[in-house]
């Protein structure tokens, strides 16, 4: 069966599952998720889903999202929009009803939503689609700074900065774009106020007693300004005649955010993106191994919470003042820990084939930084193993902290991956060796504090004699591509089966 073949497998195994196509919406994916907008959730057969070889789990929140792991999600997407597509639809009637209950019932959980979640959840909106171009920006700029170090290729080491470098000096005004989009303007006119903060020109103009920088503000100052032309956009669209819609709007949004831009955004947001980046390097080399203990210690109920979100323009602010965010490799360790909890309950458990399979379909993608399996399928349904592995975590990022504390500073070039898929993006104020190794040994001590703690104490005698029991092997089927040859195809027993987490 060739790759696409798989994919679409993936995706018509998944269609009956989620109430067919006319109960589909929206079809969209982020990294790890395939993310569907559904009219009817009482349509969707969760244990059905759980059990497929290709989804490693699912969560519901403001869309039901169904967890493929990267480059699968990416590739079966395209296929189930294909397969809704085809689908014959239902009487126009019919429809019309459905769509009404989704209004409804959308309208029902938007009272129910907290302005905060639904604040950080239109910021992950904004940064999580720029994440890719980070990821492969920031892997080259790694591979340039390799190449430097060592002199090899010196005539090819000035494209390859150049092409590292050209997305972080417009990331403004990809922000600025998304960021309209988003707070429902117009995207084009976001990015265009944006783009002022990169625009070469701002070093003429005078603020404050200060000469403007291009790129001064960076993606808040972005952010900042396209939100204020969204707002000026709509009070035009309200008082403005159609007849001069089209030239009057466009200019008034450009020129007002722009003139608010320059003269007082750009110096504020300045002001607040170096007061950051100070902070970070303050509070990680005066007290480095307490703020790593309690960063990669939360880090875990922090994503389950769905407060990870808040850190994406912070770390996007680092990125661009220094070059890397040095709180990357520290949460980082959240991870490592969750590594070692799940192999200490594989030896915890040797008569429980269901989890230990689970478990051996999933480490391979949790080694990679990819934990969504391991919390949803082993550590937070069993519940102490989740704490301890918050414990190896902690430890982890203390590892890192001490160190910053002691000048090395470690850090990632781009947003997104961690574990071992960090390393081609790690970055210091310190040879590269050095930064390898002392990331290399976080990670060993987040896996070995993360094994011990839930080996001793992740498990109490009652939870030991409920799930060391043997389980009915589960029936074999088609590995899909992108997903692991172990992964069960059975439903595990009703305890690990935790309510939706919300992400």
């Given at each position: 069966?060739?790759?696409?073949?798989?994919?679409?497998?993936?995706?018509?195994?998944?269609?009956?599952?989620?109430?067919?196509?006319?109960?589909?919406?929206?079809?969209?994916?982020?990294?790890?998720?395939?993310?569907?907008?559904?009219?009817?959730?009482?349509?969707?057969?969760?244990?059905?889903?759980?059990?497929?070889?290709?989804?490693?789990?699912?969560?519901?929140?403001?869309?039901?999202?169904?967890?493929?792991?990267?480059?699968?999600?990416?590739?079966?997407?395209?296929?189930?929009?294909?397969?809704?597509?085809?689908?014959?639809?239902?009487?126009?009637?019919?429809?019309?009803?459905?769509?009404?209950?989704?209004?409804?019932?959308?309208?029902?959980?938007?009272?129910?939503?907290?302005?905060?979640?639904?604040?950080?959840?239109?910021?992950?909106?904004?940064?999580?689609?720029?994440?890719?171009?980070?990821?492969?920006?920031?892997?080259?700029?790694?591979?340039?700074?390799?190449?430097?170090?060592?002199?090899?290729?010196?005539?090819?080491?000035?494209?390859?900065?150049?092409?590292?470098?050209?997305?972080?000096?417009?990331?403004?005004?990809?922000?600025?774009?998304?960021?309209?989009?988003?707070?429902?303007?117009?995207?084009?006119?976001?990015?265009?106020?944006?783009?002022?903060?990169?625009?070469a020109g701002v070093a003429?103009?005078?603020?404050?007693?200060?000469?403007?920088?291009?790129?001064?503000?960076?993606?808040?100052?972005?952010?900042?300004?396209?939100?204020?032309?969204?707002?000026?956009?709509?009070?035009?669209?309200?008082?403005?005649?159609?007849?001069?819609?089209?030239?009057?709007?466009?200019?008034?949004?450009?020129?007002?955010?722009?003139?608010?831009?320059?003269?007082?955004?750009?110096?504020?947001?300045?002001?607040?993106?170096?007061?950051?980046?100070?902070?970070?390097?303050?509070?990680?080399?005066?007290?480095?191994?307490?703020?790593?203990?309690?960063?990669?210690g939360l880090f875990l109920?922090?994503?389950?919470?769905?407060?990870?979100?808040?850190?994406?323009?912070?770390?996007?602010?680092?990125?661009?003042?220094?070059?890397?965010?040095?709180?990357?490799?520290?949460?980082?360790?959240?991870?490592?820990?969750q590594v070692g909890a799940?192999?200490?309950?594989?030896?915890?458990?040797?008569?429980?084939?269901?989890?230990?399979?689970?478990?051996?379909?999933?480490?391979?993608?949790?080694?990679?930084?990819?934990?969504?399996?391991?919390?949803?399928?082993?550590?937070?349904?069993?519940?102490?193993?989740?704490?301890?592995?918050?414990?190896?975590?902690?430890?982890?990022?203390?590892?890192?902290?001490?160190?910053?504390?002691?000048?090395?500073?470690?850090?990632?070039?781009?947003?997104?991956?961690?574990?071992?898929?960090?390393?081609?993006?790690?970055?210091?104020?310190?040879?590269?060796?050095?930064?390898?190794?002392?990331?290399?040994?976080?990670?060993?001590?987040?896996?070995?504090?993360?094994?011990?703690?839930?080996?001793?104490?992740?498990?109490?005698?009652?939870?030991?004699?409920?799930?060391?029991?043997?389980?009915?092997?589960?029936?074999?089927?088609?590995?899909?591509?992108?997903?692991?040859?172990?992964?069960?195809?059975?439903?595990?027993?009703?305890?690990?089966?935790?309510?939706?987490?919300?992400?």
């Amino acid at each position: 069966m060739s790759t696409d073949d798989k994919n679409r497998a993936i995706a018509a195994a998944i269609l009956p599952l989620v109430g067919g196509a006319g109960n589909i919406s929206t079809v969209a994916h982020c990294m790890t998720r395939l993310r569907l907008g559904l009219r009817d959730r009482s349509l969707v057969q969760d244990e059905a889903l759980k059990a497929l070889p290709a989804v490693m789990g699912v969560v519901e929140d403001d869309t039901y999202q169904i967890v493929l792991g990267p480059g699968t999600v990416a590739r079966v997407t395209p296929e189930l929009e294909a397969l809704v597509a085809e689908a014959p639809k239902p009487a126009h009637s019919a429809e019309d009803l459905a769509a009404q209950g989704a209004a409804l019932k959308a309208a029902q959980k938007q009272q129910n939503a907290t302005p905060f979640k639904l604040f950080l959840r239109r910021i992950a909106n904004i940064f999580v689609p720029l994440i890719p171009a980070l990821i492969g920006c920031g892997i080259i700029a790694g591979l340039n700074g390799l190449l430097i170090n060592l002199g090899w290729l010196p005539g090819v080491t000035p494209a390859l900065a150049a092409i590292a470098s050209g997305f972080m000096a417009l990331i403004a005004v990809f922000v600025g774009y998304n960021t309209a989009k988003e707070f429902g303007g117009t995207p084009v006119l976001g990015g265009a106020v944006a783009s002022i903060i990169v625009f070469a020109g701002v070093a003429k103009i005078d603020v404050f007693g200060q000469t403007l920088s291009p790129g001064q503000g960076g993606v808040l100052g972005a952010l900042g300004a396209a939100v204020l032309a969204v707002y000026v956009e709509k009070w035009c669209r309200r008082w403005v005649p159609e007849s001069l819609d089209v030239l009057v709007t466009p200019t008034l949004t450009v020129l007002i955010s722009g003139l608010v831009t320059v003269f007082g955004l750009m110096f504020v947001a300045g002001e607040v993106s170096t007061a950051i980046g100070e902070f970070a390097n303050w509070l990680l080399a005066n007290a480095g191994a307490g703020a790593g203990f309690l960063l990669g210690g939360l880090f875990l109920p922090l994503v389950m919470l769905g407060l990870h979100q808040a850190l994406i323009p912070i770390h996007t602010t680092l990125i661009e003042q220094q070059g890397y965010t040095v709180l990357l490799p520290i949460l980082a360790m959240a991870g490592a820990g969750q590594v070692g909890a799940a192999m200490a309950v594989y030896l915890k458990l040797p008569r429980n084939g269901s989890i230990r399979r689970t478990i051996r379909s999933a480490l391979p993608a949790g080694f990679l930084g990819v934990g969504e399996p391991l919390i949803y399928g082993v550590s937070l349904p069993l519940g102490r193993p989740f704490v301890t592995a918050c414990v190896g975590g902690a430890f982890g990022g203390g590892f890192v902290g001490l160190f910053s504390m002691l000048g090395d500073s470690v850090g990632s070039t781009a947003i997104g991956p961690s574990g071992w898929a960090l390393f081609p993006l790690l970055d210091g104020n310190k040879g590269l060796g050095e930064t390898i190794a002392i990331y290399a040994g976080g990670l060993l001590v987040g896996y070995a504090v993360g094994f011990v703690a839930t080996y001793f104490w992740g498990f109490g005698k009652e939870l030991l004699e409920e799930f060391d029991v043997d389980t009915e092997a589960p029936a074999e089927v088609p590995v899909t591509a992108g997903t692991p040859a172990d992964t069960p195809a059975g439903t595990p027993p009703p305890a690990l089966e935790p309510e939706p987490a919300k992400v």
